[in-house]
């Protein structure tokens, strides 16, 4: 069954408090979407409506097109994987990865081959007979996935499925997900996470999430070059945040009397934004006031056009391949993430760093709560 979601202004709430206010959102079928924001933004809330365990107080719910607010969670033809594996201790790896099809009522001569088709699909198949106290936690939140895929769901939903794992199983699961994400294409999936790698790297498109509401949502790329609110910019990646006045068409000032180049689109003349920069199109310039030279991180050939900021370094991170230097610039915090130097500047130099016009975008004040 090849389905999408669709959340139609669905709202909760917890004892008078909203939770999830008018959440609109349209999953495509066969597409990933994650559902990314800190804690406690109502993230968990939203996959739980379309599961059938939260009961929304306005709004309606849709898979494959058909209204299921007011069906039972079996009857949704969803699978579901949550943080904490939830299998059943005492019953064998097959026996779990049977539970849901016998809960669903599939004819009992169909479920060895699709535990055993679930079972390959996630690499477990030799570990069919074991317990799950037997397993590792990645081997449990395999199972997991098997029992989930086993009721062949035209959706798959996901909260926080990596997060009990450690950093080094996270991401072969991670690359596991996004091997089973091709192998069914035409399953949706829903994916709850904080973890702004697995977005990027899983999700066809990210719906960022913020105090019950949906703040932004598009594709990894469109969030991450040109975020339309302050919360995306610095949630999803890094984000040098300057507030601004447009001066010009594309020109906007920054502190007392800086200038910088950017695409300043439909913009008027003295309306503020904030200017958004990553670190890592930050560089250091050669010609820094004490003719030190940071050649190591100039990328940038600076001239007409590029822009500069100069500051006092207020703190240098070594990172193994790259450094991290942060400066203080008109009051405000500049980041630059540059290659390796073999002289990194230290605290209190004056350095100026520089980035070109194309890489920073511009956020118009009051989008968002930024
Ligand atoms: P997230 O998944 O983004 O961390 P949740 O959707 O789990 O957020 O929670 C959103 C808010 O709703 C939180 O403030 C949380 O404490 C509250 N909440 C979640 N479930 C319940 C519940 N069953 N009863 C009362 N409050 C709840």
Same mark, same amino acid.
């Given at each position: ?30 597409? &990933? ?59 064998? =790896? ?61 959706? /798959? ?9 450690? !950093? ?18 035409? &399953?949706?999936? /829903? ?7 697995? !977005?990027?790297? /899983?999700?066809?498109?990210? !719906? ?68 958004? =920069?990553?670190?890592? /199109? ?38 193994? *391949? *790259? ?5 203080? &610039? ?22 100026? =760093?520089?980035?070109?016009? *194309? ?12």
């Amino acid at each position: 069954m090849s389905s999408g979601i669709r959340f139609d202004r669905v709202s909760v709430a917890y004892d008078g408090t909203t939770v999830l206010d008018g959440f609109d959102l349209t999953v495509e079928p066969g597409e &990933v979407v994650a559902l990314l924001g800190p804690s406690g933004s109502g993230k968990t809330t939203a996959l739980r409506a379309v599961a059938g365990f939260v009961r929304p107080d306005s709004g309606r719910v849709f898979i494959g097109g058909r209204d299921i607010t007011d069906l039972p969670p079996h009857r949704r033809g969803i699978g579901m994987v949550v943080q904490q594996y939830a299998l059943f201790p005492h019953m064998r =790896v097959a026996d779990n990865v049977a539970f849901g099809m016998r809960a669903r009522k599939v004819p009992k001569g169909e479920i060895p081959g699709r535990v055993g088709e679930a079972l390959e699909m996630t690499g477990m198949t030799a570990y069919a007979r074991r317990y799950p106290r037997e397993l590792s936690g990645g081997q449990q939140q395999r199972v997991a996935i098997a029992r989930a895929l086993a009721v062949r769901p035209g959706v /798959l939903l996901l909260d926080e499925p990596l997060s009990a794992l450690d !950093a080094r199983l996270r991401s072969g699961m991670l690359a596991e997900l996004a091997r089973l994400h091709r192998e069914l294409p035409e &399953v949706s999936m /829903l994916y709850v996470t904080h973890d702004q790698v697995e !977005a990027l790297t /899983l999700a066809d498109r990210i !719906a960022v999430m913020d105090r019950a509401r949906l703040q932004d949502c598009g594709t990894p790329q469109e969030l991450y070059r040109t975020p339309r609110t302050a919360f995306t910019a610095s949630f999803v990646g890094n984000a040098n945040l300057l507030p601004v006045t447009v001066a010009k068409k594309g020109v906007v000032s920054f502190g007392d009397a800086i200038e910088l180049a950017v695409d300043t689109r439909d913009l008027a003349s003295g309306v503020s934004a904030t200017l958004c =920069v990553r670190p890592h /199109l930050v560089r250091l310039g050669e010609g820094d006031e004490d003719g030190d030279g940071y050649g190591g991180g100039g990328a940038v050939d600076v001239g007409a056009g590029v822009n500069a900021l100069a500051g006092v370094v207020t703190e240098v991170q070594w990172r193994g *391949a *790259a450094h991290r230097v942060h400066l203080a &610039v008109e009051g405000h915090q500049v980041i630059a993430d540059v290659p390796e130097l073999p002289s990194p500047p230290v605290l209190g130099d004056r350095v100026t =760093v520089h980035f070109l016009p *194309a890489d920073a975008s511009l956020i118009p004040q009051g989008v968002g709560h930024g």
